[in-house]
C-alpha cells in the first residue's frame, strides 16, 4: 500500500481493552500494603480509587468491555492515524520503513485523553464528586481536566513545580477546562509542607505531587485519586492504541518488525505495545520491542528491581519495580512527563524477562531527532514522544549500514506546541545533558524501604 496516511472508520475503534495479564508467563509480585508491609487487598483501595478500576487493576481476564459511553467520546478522535514518515525516512537515506502513531490529534493533545475518559467515567458512576490527581509536563493533567468536564466533576491538579513554569501554558489549558493548578510541592499538604520544610526551592518531582495528590483524596469523602501512568487499569485503557495500530498494520500490508515508545511511567508504551506483545507472548511473532527513557532518569536501564513506594511520603502501596528510589530528584529536564523514579509492574516485569529492550538517550540528541522529524514531516513533537523519535533514528541508521529494509514503528504520544521553550533553549545551545551521576543513584537506592 502507498498510502502515507492510514485511517480506521469509527466503526473500527475496539469494542473492549486487551488485558496482558492474562498472557504473561509471570506476572509481577502483588503491591504491599504501605504499614503492614503484607499483600494489598481490593479494600486497601477504596479510598482513593472506585471498586470498578481496582477490579480492573486486578483482573486477568484478556478482554475487558469498553463502555459505550466511554467510547462515544473517544470517537471524537480515535481512531487516530498511522502515518508512512517517508520524509524522515529520505533525510536518513535508510531502506528503512518507519511508521508512528500519532495520538497528538487528541483534543488534549496527547495518549492520555484515552484513560482519562474512563477513569472520570468510573468515578463519575460511583458518585464521586471531585478528583485529585498529579501532572508532570501537563499532558494528563490537561487529559484530567477535559474529561473532568464531560462528566461534570471537579478536578484539582498538583503540577509538578519545574513544569509549572516550563509549560505555562499546558497550565492554562487546564484552567481553561475548569481544574485548579496548583504548583507542587505547596503548602496545601502535610506532604508538600515537609518538602518545603527540607528544600524550599524544591524543584518538585512526581513522587512529590503524587503524595499531595493522594493525601487530598485520602482527606474528602467526595474525592477520589486519579493516576495518569504506571497501574495496570491505566494501561489497559491505553491498549486502543495498539489495537488500532495493529489494524492499520495489516492494512498496509505490513508486519512490524521494531516497537518502540517512550517511557515514563509506562501508559503511552504499553498502551502501544502490548497489543502486539501478546504476539511476542504465544511465539507469533519475533519483533523487537524498545522503551526509551531520558539518561537523566534511568529507571529501566539503571534502577533495581524492588519493591518501593510510589510517592515520596509513602502512602501509595509499594509496587515491585525497576526504581531511582522515592528520594531520587530528578534534574529539571523539558521532558517532565519522564521525571519519575519508578515504571509500571507490568513493564518492569517484561523488561526483567528479556521481552524489552530498555534505552536512555541524552536529552541533547533526543532534541536533535525532534527538529529532524519535525522539519521531515511537518509535526513538532513532545519532548517526550521525542525520545522514541530519537531511537527510531538510530535503528533506521542500523538498517542503514546493514542493508535491512526493517519496519519500524513507533507511538507518537503527544505535540510539542506547548513546549516550545524547551525547543528554544535547544536552538540557541542553552540546553545541556545531565547523565546522572553513580553516587547519587547508589544514595538513592541506599534508602529504599525494607520488605
Same mark, same amino acid.
Given at each position: 500500500m502507498s498510502e502515507t496516511k492510514i485511517f480506521l472508520s469509527e466503526a473500527d475503534l475496539p469494542t473492549s481493552w486487551y488485558n496482558i495479564q492474562a498472557d504473561m508467563p509471570r506476572l509481577p509480585k502483588p503491591p504491599l500494603h504501605p504499614l503492614t508491609k503484607q499483600p494489598a487487598g481490593p479494600q486497601d483501595f477504596l479510598p482513593i480509587f472506585p471498586m470498578e478500576i481496582i477490579k480492573q487493576e486486578v483482573s486477568t481476564e484478556r478482554w475487558i468491555e469498553i463502555p459505550e459511553e466511554v467510547r462515544e467520546i473517544l470517537k471524537l478522535y480515535r481512531p487516530t492515524p498511522l502515518i508512512r514518515a517517508k520524509r524522515l525516512e529520505k533525510a536518513l537515506q535508510t531502506p528503512a520503513r518507519i511508521y508512528f502513531k500519532y495520538e497528538g490529534v487528541s483534543p488534549a493533545g496527547s495518549h492520555k485523553l484515552n484513560t482519562a475518559v474512563a477513569q472520570a467515567y468510573y468515578n463519575k458512576?460511583?458518585?464521586?464528586?471531585?478528583?485529585?490527581?498529579?501532572?508532570?509536563?501537563?499532558?494528563?493533567?490537561?487529559?484530567?481536566?477535559?474529561?473532568?468536564?464531560?462528566?461534570? !466533576?471537579?478536578?484539582?491538579?498538583?503540577?509538578?513545580?519545574?513544569?509549572?513554569?516550563?509549560?505555562?501554558?499546558?497550565?492554562? !489549558?487546564?484552567?481553561?477546562?475548569?481544574?485548579?493548578?496548583?504548583?507542587?510541592?505547596?503548602?496545601?499538604?502535610?506532604?508538600?509542607?515537609?518538602?518545603?520544610?527540607?528544600?524550599?526551592?524544591?524543584?518538585?518531582?512526581?513522587?512529590?505531587?503524587?503524595?499531595?495528590?493522594?493525601?487530598?483524596?485520602?482527606?474528602?469523602?467526595?474525592?477520589?485519586?486519579?493516576?495518569?501512568?504506571? !497501574?495496570?487499569?491505566?494501561?489497559?485503557?491505553?491498549?486502543?492504541?495498539?489495537?488500532?495500530?495493529?489494524?492499520q498494520l495489516a492494512k498496509a500490508g505490513e508486519k512490524a518488525d521494531i516497537l518502540i515508545g517512550c517511557c515514563g511511567g509506562g501508559s503511552n508504551f504499553g498502551g502501544f505495545a502490548f497489543p502486539f506483545m501478546a504476539d511476542k507472548l504465544t511465539g507469533a511473532s519475533d519483533a523487537r520491542f524498545i522503551a526509551v527513557e531520558p539518561t537523566a532518569c534511568p529507571t529501566l536501564t539503571r534502577g533495581k528491581l524492588a519493591y518501593d513506594f510510589g510517592d515520596v511520603a509513602g502512602l501509595t502501596p509499594l509496587c515491585y519495580m525497576y526504581t531511582l528510589g522515592t528520594n531520587f530528584m530528578p534534574p529539571g529536564i523539558h521532558a517532565g512527563g519522564l521525571r519519575y523514579h519508578g515504571d509500571s509492574p507490568l513493564l518492569c516485569q517484561l523488561v526483567a524477562d528479556g521481552y524489552v529492550e530498555p534505552r536512555a538517550i541524552n536529552q541533547t540528541r533526543v532534541f536533535e531527532a525532534a527538529v529532524l522529524f519535525a522539519r521531515s514531516e511537518g509535526i513538532v513533537p513532545a519532548p517526550e514522544s521525542s525520545h522514541a523519535i530519537a531511537a527510531a533514528v538510530e535503528e533506521a541508521l542500523a538498517c542503514r549500514e546493514a542493508g535491512e529494509a526493517r519496519t519500524i514503528v513507533f507511538n507518537l504520544s503527544g505535540h510539542g506546541y506547548f513546549d516550545l521553550s524547551a525547543y528554544d533553549s535547544y536552538l540557541s545551545g542553552e540546553l545541556i545533558d545531565y547523565p546522572l551521576p553513580e553516587q547519587d543513584l547508589e544514595r538513592s537506592l541506599k534508602l529504599l524501604p525494607e520488605v
Open positions: 458512576r460511583e458518585g464521586v464528586k471531585r478528583l485529585a490527581t498529579e501532572t508532570g509536563a501537563g499532558q494528563w493533567g490537561s487529559a484530567l481536566s477535559m474529561a473532568c468536564q464531560f462528566f461534570g !466533576l471537579e478536578c484539582t491538579v498538583y503540577m509538578v513545580k519545574v513544569s509549572y513554569h516550563q509549560k505555562p501554558y499546558r497550565r492554562s !489549558l487546564m484552567q481553561v477546562f475548569g481544574s485548579e493548578v496548583i504548583p507542587s510541592p505547596s503548602t496545601r499538604t502535610n506532604a508538600g509542607r515537609q518538602v518545603l520544610e527540607a528544600d524550599p526551592d524544591s524543584p518538585g518531582s512526581l513522587g512529590i505531587a503524587i503524595s499531595e495528590a493522594v493525601e487530598d483524596a485520602a482527606c474528602r469523602e467526595d474525592t477520589k485519586y486519579s493516576l495518569g501512568s504506571v !497501574l495496570n487499569h491505566v494501561i489497559l485503557h491505553q491498549t486502543v492504541i495498539g489495537q488500532e495500530a495493529k489494524a
